[in-house]
């Protein structure tokens, strides 16, 4: 198992299955997957039927590929890996947790910072930036509580 495999897997218990709340802005999603990712990936069925292994294949290069997964620690990818079904800014909070110049482009000198600093360090300041981020959205009085319980679940696999 690759550690994109294990990030997916672990993934599916934050994600669930199929969802449609009228509250979230993502709208309807499968697997994590947004009816708007999931159309411009070439997925024209109903979102209850998205296959999980169409959501997985679309997770792969949408969210892991571009934050680059298979090159930071396992620990650190998935946190940022996650953050991605959430939006915001993961790149960004990332580059702040290393310290390094905010662009939003995630390249070889983020890279190198994030490897030089201690993963839980890196893992602890990242959720710190996302949380408070998510914090002040207008849909925390909906989703908070999820979203914090989604993030000290993070934490925990972090420390595990």
């Known amino acids: 198992m690759t550690s994109f495999d294990d990030a997916f897997e672990a993934l599916m218990g934050n994600e669930g299955k199929y969802s449609f709340n009228p509250a ?3 709208g309807e999603t499968m697997w994590g997957i947004t009816a708007r990712v999931a ?3 070439g997925y024209t069925g109903a979102m209850k039927d998205l296959p999980r292994d169409t959501a997985k ?3 792969k290069v949408e969210y892991w590929d571009r934050v680059r997964g298979d090159e ?15 939006g915001g800014h993961p ?13 939003g482009v995630l390249g070889p000198v983020t890279l190198a910072a994030v490897r030089a600093l201690s993963p839980i360090t890196i893992v602890a300041r990242f959720d710190a ?5 998510l914090a002040d959205l207008g849909t925390w009085p909906s989703f908070g509580r999820g979203w914090a319980h989604r993030i000290a679940n993070n ?3 972090a420390a595990a």
Do not use: M, S
Request: hydrophobic content about 50%; some cysteine; overall charge neutral.
């Open 24 to 26: 979230d802005p993502g």
């Open 39 to 41: 159309r411009a990936h």
């Open 57 to 59: 294949a679309i997770a």
């Open 72 to 86: 930071l620690p396992v620990t650190i990818a998935f946190q940022v890996f996650d953050a991605c079904y959430n």
């Open 91 to 103: 790149v960004e909070w990332l580059q702040q947790a290393a310290g390094v110049k905010v662009d």
């Open 129 to 133: 930036y996302r949380l408070n981020y």
């Open 155 to 157: 934490l925990l696999k």
